[in-house]
């Protein structure tokens, strides 16, 4: 697979170089072309001029023969990596609504792919779609064999992973938050899966982080949009693998007065009783599925003792495809204490590594 390098026009950073091929990615008004199918990695909504996408992490691939292709971005995520046969050649940051092409590839079978790196709580984005030039043509593009779903909070999320500091600004933030170099697309990637990252940082089993308001996770997980507008009935998806880690949120920082919890016991409780049934829910949509839960011990372990009581409560009940993984370790150098891109980097390979000790976990 040849990487190529390239030259930044318009909304463009961070072209890749090749020696065979000058790529561009500039943004184009005039562009036409034929719609191309999208394959999608994520949860979409129909919207009328193309996918709405509001979780993080959603990608969206095209194959075709020839030398150039386009999308458009009508409603455009913070921050986009455009990658051509696996490799990124740009990364649009605050890209503008419209047309943009992708040129300068030698002739023959590519895939472009979009992948969506920023977090957006507020409102959808919406992808217009791909479109071929004339002289490009589409061709089919099978699916992954293999499928992982993610659930959890901002580590989940990738939350500052790029950061090098732990004291970050909202642009900050903003700007080092990358979805797809977080742990989740890594293990994904080592395994050629395909897979949805359905996360919301600050978000909990119970109780959000502080105690703010707004929907846990489990609350939100059943809607394609944040907006609870439309219920995500895809009998479609089918993970072979669920990884969940949630409990940071709930247990980070001291319950307040008027919190419906008496003491930590009283929440501990809870947690474990609503997160158990979280999973059974998910367990009756993928029968299937093998469920990892797993969690950080870096909180004096006390949230990795509380996510193991809920997996030794499913185990108890007959559910033999279930496991847990605790992790150690982490720096937590990154924003606000979250993982670092090292650590992305430790949970990815310890995942890997509990995946492949489980019997048969693709069947």
Known sequence: MARRTGTVLALLLGIVA??????????????????ATAAVGGRTEPHPAGLAHQWPGVYFETAFDGSQAGFELLAPPRTVHVLVDG????????????????DGLAA??????????????????VFGGFLLPPGSRALDLPPPARRIEFIGDSHTVGY?????TRECSAEEVEATTDTSAAFGPQVARHYGAGYRINAISG???????????????PAAWPYLLLSHQHPDDDAGWQPQLVVIALGTNDFSTALHEGE?????AAL????????????????ARWPRAHFVLWATEFFEGEIASHARQVVETLRAEGDPRISFLPVSGLDMQACHWHPSAADHRRLRDALVAHIDALPSPWD
């Open 87 to 102: 490799g990124r050649i740009a990364t649009l940051r605050q890209p503008a609504r419209g047309r943009y092409r992708v």
């Open 260 to 264: 419906p919890w008496a003491d930590r």
């Open 268 to 283: 501990r409780e809870d947690y474990v009783r609503t997160y158990a049934g979280f999973v059974r829910q998910l367990r």
């Open 18 to 35: 090749s020696a065979q091929a000058q790529v561009r990615v500039p943004a184009d008004p005039a562009l036409q072309g034929t719609p």
């Open 160 to 164: 500052g992973s790029t950061s090098a």
């Open 108 to 125: 023959g079978r590519h895939v472009l792919r979009l992948e969506t790196a920023s977090e957006n709580q507020a409102t959808a984005h």
């Open 203 to 217: 978000r909990g089993v119970v109780r959000n982080y502080d105690g703010h308001a707004g929907d846990t996770l």
